[in-house]
């Protein structure tokens, strides 16, 4: 992975691992239709509003930084996305699932009904629209689904199969069903399988990483 | 919230041909060449070789086009089996580009108005001929003894494109970059030296024209056309004819099919962030001035279906700052 030549602005695009996927399929799964911006590898901590040279300087560090190239890994990029929200807002929306991670033995379910904090006037809230949740690793879980919402992209999520390959899976519902798988051989030699479950919700734009561990019975 | 929405005219698809010399080496003229010393003793060895730009056992050595000899009669190779006489790799692959190229099983090959029975292939690599071969652009000199011979296809001389079963089709005259250096540019009685076939990255070398006198246009070259030839003598020679003349130009044409994507940014939109380190952990924003001047700095943009899965990302190669007075166009383009 190496830098982009920060001389000149360019655009540096890629196709992401799930977009060869469907793009493979061939079912008319692969076509653009909306766009998001993020602000990955931006640490706002370098944003210094005490520079010397004044205002125009705040962002000095942030502006001059040379950025990455793409990952082709869906789960890796845009992770932080910007969102729009009025002027004047001064506390973001946040989520909480009520874990701060996930460790399931194989076969074990759980449901996982995530809330959104700091929306609409609101200090904790469902969203409407539900919440996407994407496991980084497919093989892991035997069913992955959401419930609750009846949209027809959510239904088409929800029945989306992805077999053999460690590439992630999304889903939509208000409420979101993880069961661990019960294959062994995905162990091999170790007792433990990790990935990580993104959280995102569609009407705020907040968003949450968690880990999650299936442990191996026997 | 987070996600725009594309309008119809933010997607645009755009084809453009894109040409490139046919070469791993990426010079225009390729001036050595190579064969795997395996290759005769194998059974692929009796119908063509492969030609490398370099020693074939070198780790960047790369197949740049095949040769092979083909034969109505079977000649110039021994045959599969001695009571079944005309039937040789040489004919096999006769009666292969017969097909290919004629369509038609009662077909003969004729060049420039002469029939030919056999002629010699140089079948260029897929990977190196991509969509098709650039007319014009074929340029490769024969020398056999001290004679050479400088060929090219005929396609700035013609008016009208000549089309058969393997596609668009043009004569291979003595000449360069696409005209004759008189005439026709064909031999004085055995047509012309061969055929250009672009679609399929195939030229075929008019064994009677390559065989003519000197004085008739021709390399007079030693085709061997008995059944008792060992099968690769023919390869072999027109192999040594073109390491001689030490000098093949051909460019490669293909098309790229591109989106063009417009993801417009209006002022209003995407001036707060998610970033960890934009707030606090209750979602306060960490720097207190941005609560009336919020400003964020765009990396990343992502492109997604409308079930949220996100299908390309386009990197900006430095941050681009954004808020609440300023708008941003990012044209984005993916090939296929």
């Known amino acids: 992975m190496g830098y982009l030549d920060n001389s000149v602005v360019t655009v540096d695009a890629i196709l992401t691992k799930k977009g060869r996927e469907l793009l493979a399929r061939g079912d008319g799964s692969f076509r653009i239709t909306q766009f998001a911006v993020s602000d990955d590898e931006i640490d706002y901590t370098l944003y210094n509003v005490t520079h010397p040279s004044g205002s125009s300087y705040y962002g000095e560090a942030i502006e001059n930084m040379p950025l ?3 990952f082709p890994d869906e789960t890796q990029i845009m992770k932080y996305k910007l969102v729009t929200l009025p002027r004047g807002t ?12 996930i460790t399931l033995k194989q076969g ?17 809230t469902f969203e409407t629209n539900g919440y996407t949740a994407t496991i980084a690793d497919a093989r892991v879980l035997a069913t992955f689904n959401g419930v609750g919402i009846n949209t027809p992209e959510a239904t088409a999520l929800n029945q989306t199969t992805t077999l053999g390959t460690n590439v992630s899976k999304t889903v939509i519902g208000t409420s979101i069903n993880l069961t661990a798988t ?20 569609r009407d705020s734009g907040a968003r949450i990483i968690i880990p999650v561990t299936i442990t191996k019975v026997n | 919230m987070s996600f725009k929405r594309f309008e119809a005219d933010d997607l645009v698809v755009s084809a453009e041909p894109v040409s490139a010399p046919v070469w791993s080496t990426g010079a225009p003229i390729l001036t050595t060449f190579f064969t795997s010393s395996t290759q005769p003793s194998s059974t692929s060895g009796n119908y063509f070789y492969n030609v490398y730009q370099t020693g074939s056992t070198l780790s960047n050595a790369a197949i740049q086009f095949s040769l092979a000899y083909a034969d109505a009669q079977g000649s110039g190779s021994s045959p599969f089996n001695s009571a079944v006489v005309g039937k040789s790799p040489t004919s096999t692959l006769y009666g292969q ?20 029975s056999y002629f010699y292939v140089i079948a260029v690599d897929r990977d190196r001929f991509k969509e098709s071969l650039l007319p014009g652009t074929f340029n490769l000199l024969l020398t056999s003894g001290s004679t050479t011979l400088r060929l090219t296809d005929n396609s700035a001389d013609v008016t009208t494109v000549s089309y058969n079963d393997a596609g668009r089709v043009y004569q291979v005259v003595s000449g360069s970059n696409g005209s004759a250096y008189s005439g026709t540019g064909y031999t004085v009685a055995s047509g012309s030296y061969g055929l250009f076939l672009p679609d399929i990255g195939v030229i075929l070398l008019n064994g009677r024209a390559v065989d003519s006198s000197v004085a008739g246009g021709g390399l007079a070259f030693p085709t061997s056309r008995t059944s008792t030839t060992p099968t690769p003598t023919n390869i072999t020679k027109m192999y040594d004819a073109i390491r001689a003349g030490a000098s093949f130009q051909l460019t490669y044409q293909e098309t790229i099919s591109s989106q063009f994507i417009f993801a417009r940014v209006r002022n209003s939109e995407f001036n707060y962030s998610t970033n960890p380190s934009y707030i606090t952990g209750s979602g306060d924003l960490r720097i207190p001035n941005m609560v009336n001047a919020p400003q964020t700095y765009i990396t990343t943009v992502g ?4 079930n949220n899965e996100l299908l390309a990302v386009a990197k900006l190669s430095r941050p681009l700052l954004k808020d609440f007075t300023k708008e941003a166009l990012v044209r984005i383009k993916l090939d296929f």
């Open chain 1, 90 to 101: 001064a506390r973001l929306p946040i989520l909480n699932l009520g874990y701060s991670a």
């Open chain 2, 97 to 116: 580009y017969r097909t290919l190229v004629l369509g038609d099983e009662e077909g003969s090959f004729v060049f420039g108005g002469v029939t030919s």
């Open chain 2, 303 to 306: 492109m997604y279906n409308d």
């Open chain 1, 108 to 124: 074990a379910s759980l449901a996982i009904t995530p809330q959104t904090l700091n929306y609409l006037g609101s200090n904790q």
């Open chain 1, 182 to 201: 019960t294959v062994n051989t995905l162990f091999g030699n170790t007792t433990q399988l990790q990935t990580t479950l993104t959280v995102i919700g």
């Open chain 1, 68 to 70: 990455l190239e793409a």
